[in-house]
């Protein structure tokens, strides 16, 4: 009976021992290396189709129109002065307080006028800090005489 609890203790020590002993990592995989080698195999193993002759369906070809774009005419040798605005002065989305707020621009700041507003006395300008299009009375804003505007869009509010 002691041989056998002596043989059991034995082999009860080897299990704990081999379960408590370093395994064998398997080596890993080099995915990017293997995939590169396989691109490589198939671009050496590849040949290029030759090409068939085909001839390509006739077209009609139209003579190109002209269109004229319209160009501001010339002014002076001087450029004109860029716009400013005279005044603190509010930036609507359309013709006055009715539409809705873009910005407010301070007095002396340069503007973009893009078009005409189609309701008489504003200017539809670029928010000289967001960018955004918005419309600004023409009576806060000090325009150059030199300054061509005949050719600007006349522009519609939106709703």
Not at 78 to 100: A, D, I, L, M, S
Not at 121 to 146: K, L, S, T
Not at 147 to 157: F, G, I, K, R
Request: aromatic share 6%.
């Amino acid at each position: 009976m002691r041989l056998i609890k002596l043989t059991l203790v034995v082999l009860a020590g080897i299990l704990i021992a081999s379960a408590c002993a370093p395994q064998a990592t398997p080596t890993p995989v080099d995915i990017v290396g293997t995939t590169a080698a396989q691109l490589a195999a198939v671009m050496l193993t590849q040949t290029a189709g030759a090409a068939t002759p085909t001839l390509l369906p006739p077209t009609i070809t139209l003579t190109p129109s002209f269109t004229e774009t319209p160009i501001p005419p010339p002014t002076s040798s001087e450029p004109p002065k860029p716009p400013r605005v005279n005044q603190f002065t509010t930036c609507w989305r359309g013709p006055g307080p009715e539409y809705q707020h873009v910005t407010n621009i301070d007095e002396k700041r340069k503007v973009d006028i893009i078009g005409i507003g189609s309701v008489e006395g504003w200017y539809v300008i670029r928010d000289p800090y967001f960018y955004n299009i918005c419309w600004i009375q023409a009576a806060h804003v000090n325009v150059d005489p030199a300054m061509d505007l005949s050719w600007l869009p006349v522009m519609t509010p939106q709703p």
